[in-house]
């Protein structure tokens, strides 16, 4: 009996894990299968598309660091596991706040359409600053902390609950400081697709692999600001040139 509860204790936060990964992207499919357009979007529909996308696509990527954490705690409940997933995903939601809004005020100025996606110029200029970025120090660290879970856990560990806590703002800090210019790459058209969705979360995810970080950051880089000039330079001006009007009747220039 007592070897069937501690199975069980070991596989149910797993369970429950992959029950809601697969709820957020439930909830994202259903958002894009509504059709609703963003311009019609309140600030909290926006936030709420931003929170399930986030959600969805980033805590996947945690999987090492909470393997790493089950691990160490194997021995205890899964408390203090919980918590440490709650501060890391509380990090992104605050990241799913501030994109709702950046999104609000890019489609207030006409720079993001109703679909989600940037004018041409700006989608080229995201797909370039975000392939730069993966070259940057910055990136580099905080990938570092990423694909080493139990180093970095050796150095940032904190006991206790509030320990717990603690360790997940810091750890999902680290993570948006390495994922946050791909993330917002979703302006470039990402937005618009589920499966571009699908794409860029198993890149991220596999970036935080050992094995396939160093071999994956700079082609990836380097495909990002191809695929920028490329946008800015064979976009067919069908895509860039008109001009969308809204539901409520007003024009938005699309550059």
């Known amino acids: 009996m007592d070897a069937v509860a501690t199975r069980t204790r070991t596989v149910s936060p797993w369970v429950v894990f992959g029950a809601l990964v697969a709820a957020a992207w439930w909830g994202v499919w259903r958002l894009h299968a509504r059709g609703h357009h963003h311009s019609e979007a309140s600030y909290v529909v926006l936030f709420l598309m931003w929170a399930l996308m986030t959600l969805a696509m980033m805590v996947p990527t945690a999987v090492p660091v909470l393997i790493s954490l089950r691990d160490v705690l194997h021995r205890e409940g899964t408390r203090r596991w919980w918590l440490f997933l ?20 890019l489609m207030s100025i006409g720079w993001v359409g109703s679909n989600g996606v940037a004018v041409r110029w700006l989608g080229a200029a995201v797909l370039v600053a975000a392939g730069a970025y993966q070259f940057s120090a910055l990136k580099r660290r905080c990938l570092s902390e990423c694909v080493a879970p139990m180093n970095w856990f050796l150095r940032h560990w904190r006991d206790g609950d509030v320990g717990a806590v603690r360790m997940g703002l810091l750890h999902g800090a680290t ?5 946050w210019a791909l993330m917002l790459v979703g302006f470039a058209g990402g937005l618009a697709s589920v499966s571009l969705m699908v794409v860029a979360a198993a890149l991220m995810a596999l970036e935080k692999l050992p094995a396939l970080a160093a071999r994956l950051t ?7 600001v191809v695929a920028g000039v490329l946008w800015l330079v064979v976009s067919p001006g069908s895509q860039h040139s008109h001009q969308e009007r809204t539901s409520n009747g007003s024009v938005v220039a699309r550059g």
Not at 90 to 102: D, E, N, P, S, T
Not at 175 to 179: A, M, R, S
């Open 218 to 224: 700079i082609p990836l880089g380097v495909a990002l």
């Open 175 to 179: 993570c948006v400081g390495c994922c």
């Open 86 to 105: 709650g501060g890391y995903a509380a990090v992104w939601l605050g990241f799913a706040l501030a994109a709702a809004g950046l999104q609000r005020l």
